[in-house]
């Protein structure tokens, strides 16, 4: 199996779900004493909360450039971003280190091309809303993304800051999410695109009136079929 290098801590509550998640896939596939070979850098997160300027951006770059060359450094071939708003700077980091990073969005837009997914709402932090970075991606794949409403925005915001990243999960939210799902379907989309990592302390994968494509669990399948792909 390959070395994989995660860089974490963007929550620790997502780096958890990708440490679990990664080993449940090779556990599967090479046996039940087998774990996926990972070098994880869990970043402080403080630093890195709800960056707005293009200063505080560029201070977020720098800090994941520095990651990524210690992973490198340390043997990972392949990294993984266990964050949807940090590929914001997926670009700079990218360009400082030789070994590839395996981009969320392309992950999810592969999957969804390949489902035939059409149309499709995207739910996550302001910047994975809103901006091009993420939103193109998907784009490129074919999928149409409706258009972000500002009020559905800072809801899904704040219970990402507040709660989620903490670890906490409540009903209230839970049924916010719900409804959101809902007005979504009725706007049109096919499916719902869970662009926070997080989000899935809340929305049920499962049982929800469209088809939902979890981003974590998404990047999370691709990253251990690379580790597992090896010679």
Known sequence: M???????????????????????????REGPRSSAPMLIESLDFAPLFRLQTDEDWERAAAILIASAKRLESAGAGMLVIGANSMHRVYRQVEAEISIPILHIAECVGEKMAADGVKRAALIGTRNVMTESFYRRRLVQHGVDLLPPQMDTVEAVEKIIYE??????????????????????????????????????????????VLPIYDSTQIHAQSAAEWILSGD
């Open 163 to 208: 709660e989620l990243i903490i670890g906490k999960a409540t009903r209230q939210s839970e049924r916010v999410f719900k409804t959101i799902i809902t007005e979504k379907a009725q706007e049109g989309a096919q499916a719902i695109v869970l662009g926070t990592t997080e989000l899935e302390l809340v929305v049920d994968t499962k049982a929800n």
């Open 2 to 28: 390959r070395k994989l290098g995660l860089i974490g801590g963007i929550s620790w509550v997502s780096t958890r779900s990708y440490y679990e998640q990664i080993n449940r896939i090779v556990q599967k």
